[in-house]
């Protein structure tokens, strides 16, 4: 497995995505909220993805996904009604040569196989009264979590990619930057989204299947 990362941000401080990546799990949290509190859902997040990878089931995941909720909770709860924050979530966890994914929100992990890139996980956004809401964890007592599974095959890419991408870049864009091996792709994406999107914070990961 061999992986590369990358993020583009207007400011540090503000900057609330957070990523991890290891031999097995990889996972991209993108807090959202008011003031610190965005943050500190994220960092919770990743800090729980690292204590319990790797995940070996959906059930498992999903299962953490919950208690990762609860957590995150009582996590920004300490920063006072000043910061009402979560963070959407989306990880991939590789055992042997199966994929387990688990996700909540508007981030995406794609699969690119062969030439061809599909969308592997859902955007959990709802509309209402011209309003965009995102679901993340954090912030409703039990959101639903998008569960997914596959087989891996040699040579596969998956890019995990926080939201900034979804709606400037084309998947035929992403589709033909992924042909070039991983680090010449992570260069070329941050340098067409610094082009097309340079006022959006942008965090991914490539990975590949050896």
Same mark, same amino acid.
């Given at each position: 497995?061999?992986?590369v ?13 957070? /990523?991890?990546y %290891?031999?097995? &799990? !990889? ?9 610190? $509190? /965005?943050?500190?859902?994220?960092? #919770? ?11 070996? %089931?959906?059930? @498992?995941? @999903?299962? !953490? ?22 963070? &959407?979530?989306s990880?991939?966890? !590789?055992?042997? #040569? ?6 909540? $929100?508007? %981030?995406? =992990?794609?699969?690119? *196989?062969? +030439?061809?890139?599909?969308?592997? &996980?859902?955007d959990? =956004?709802?509309?209402? @009264?011209?309003? #965009? ?16 599974? $596959? ?12 939201? +900034? ?9 992403l589709?033909?930057l992924?042909?070039?091996? =991983?680090? @010449?792709?992570?260069? #070329?994406?941050?340098?067409?989204? *610094? ?5 959006e914070?942008?965090? !991914?990961?490539?990975? *590949?299947?050896?």
């Amino acid at each position: 497995m061999k992986y590369v990362t990358g993020e583009f941000y207007r400011d540090r401080e503000t900057f609330a995505d957070r /990523a991890f990546y %290891s031999e097995d &799990t !990889f996972a991209i949290a993108d807090g959202m909220g008011i003031g610190y $509190g /965005a943050r500190v859902a994220a960092e #919770k997040a990743i800090e729980l993805v690292s204590l319990h990878r790797p995940f070996t %089931s959906l059930k @498992e995941i @999903e299962d !953490f996904f919950q208690r990762a909720n609860l957590s995150i909770m009582e996590e920004t709860a300490k920063l006072g009604d000043r910061h009402v924050a979560g963070t &959407t979530l989306s990880l991939i966890s !590789f055992q042997e #040569k199966k994929y387990f994914i688990g996700h909540i $929100g508007d %981030s995406r =992990i794609y699969l690119w *196989r062969e +030439g061809t890139l599909e969308v592997l &996980t859902q955007d959990q =956004i709802r509309v209402k @009264e011209g309003r #965009k809401y995102v679901s993340a964890l954090g912030i409703d007592w039990k959101p639903e979590t998008f569960l997914v599974e $596959g087989n891996a095959a040699k040579g596969d890419l998956f890019l995990i990619i926080s939201d +900034g991408a979804v709606e400037v870049l084309k998947e035929e864009e992403l589709e033909k930057l992924l042909s070039h091996n =991983i680090e @010449e792709s992570a260069q #070329k994406l941050l340098n067409l989204y *610094r082009e097309v999107s340079p006022q959006e914070d942008l965090s !991914f990961i490539i990975v *590949r299947v050896d």
